[in-house]
């Protein structure tokens, strides 16, 4: 079993729809949890941040975080064709230094 | 202030050569980390750098070696090149080891074996 599954897709939907990506893992020692969003022919850019069980809000974008079932998600309200890229959900635990990523989910939000 | 920067963007190399992958940190960054994507995956964790030395290190094999310089920017190096090496490599900088919340990705260098 892998450390992080991630659902590759792809996932189509249109404009001003809400998306809903997720991530599920089996290290419970995982406490940091990050979602990077891909354009093509780009590095990863660092989206959501956070540490902890709940939600936190940015904008158009949720992520969530249930410990207790080891499972990540982001949300994106008010999708946009600019929000089409590849989706990475990533994690790590106290001072280790590897950042274990999912495969990404690939997003198309067409006009 | 200068993102990270990588060169070359792309290269083309046969089996069992080898290949050297070059990253400029942002400003003040003094950790640099490699990952390897390849197509359609995630990217792996190779190594990371920290003021020069090795900070830890993935399931990558030995012919995977790197070095950081005085002013933070870092080399990748791979001996004996493989058809599995073609990937895209990322490298990321931060102010400190362990900063993810301040980690920046370079565009990558995308490599093909031949």
């Known amino acids: 079993q892998k450390e992080v599954e991630q659902d590759p897709g792809p996932l189509s939907v249109p404009e001003g729809a809400i998306v809903s990506l997720n991530c599920t893992y089996s290290?419970?020692?995982?406490?940091?949890f990050m979602w990077y969003r891909q354009y093509s022919r780009k590095g990863p850019e660092l989206l959501m941040y956070?540490?902890?069980?709940g939600n936190k809000e940015d904008g158009r974008f949720t992520a969530q975080v249930d410990k207790s079932s080891k499972y990540i998600s982001l949300f994106i309200r008010d999708s946009q064709p600019s929000d089409s890229a590849t989706y990475l959900c990533?994690?790590?635990?106290?001072?280790?230094?590897?950042?274990?990523f999912g495969k990404g989910t690939l997003l198309t939000v067409n006009p | 202030e200068t993102g990270v920067t990588q060169s070359p963007t792309h290269l083309i190399k046969t089996r069992g050569q080898q290949v050297t992958l070059r990253c400029s940190s942002q400003?003040?960054?003094?950790?640099v980390s490699w990952y390897q994507q390849a197509l359609g995956q995630g990217p792996q964790f190779i190594f990371q750098?920290?003021?020069?030395?090795?900070?830890g290190r993935g399931n990558f094999p030995p012919r995977f070696s790197g070095l950081q310089f005085p002013n933070y920017s870092s080399e990748l190096n791979v001996n004996a090149l493989e058809l599995d090496d073609s990937a895209l490599y990322l490298c990321?900088?931060?102010?400190?080891?362990?900063?993810?919340?301040?980690?920046?990705f370079g565009p990558g260098t995308r490599l093909t074996v031949l």
């Open positions: 990321a900088s931060s102010p400190l080891a362990g900063a993810y919340n301040e980690q920046f």
């Open positions: 290290n419970s020692a995982f406490q940091y």
């Open positions: 956070t540490y902890s069980s």
């Open positions: 990533a994690m790590i635990w106290g001072s280790n230094y590897k950042l274990t």
């Open positions: 400003s003040g960054h003094n950790t």
């Open positions: 750098y920290y003021r020069e030395e090795e900070n």
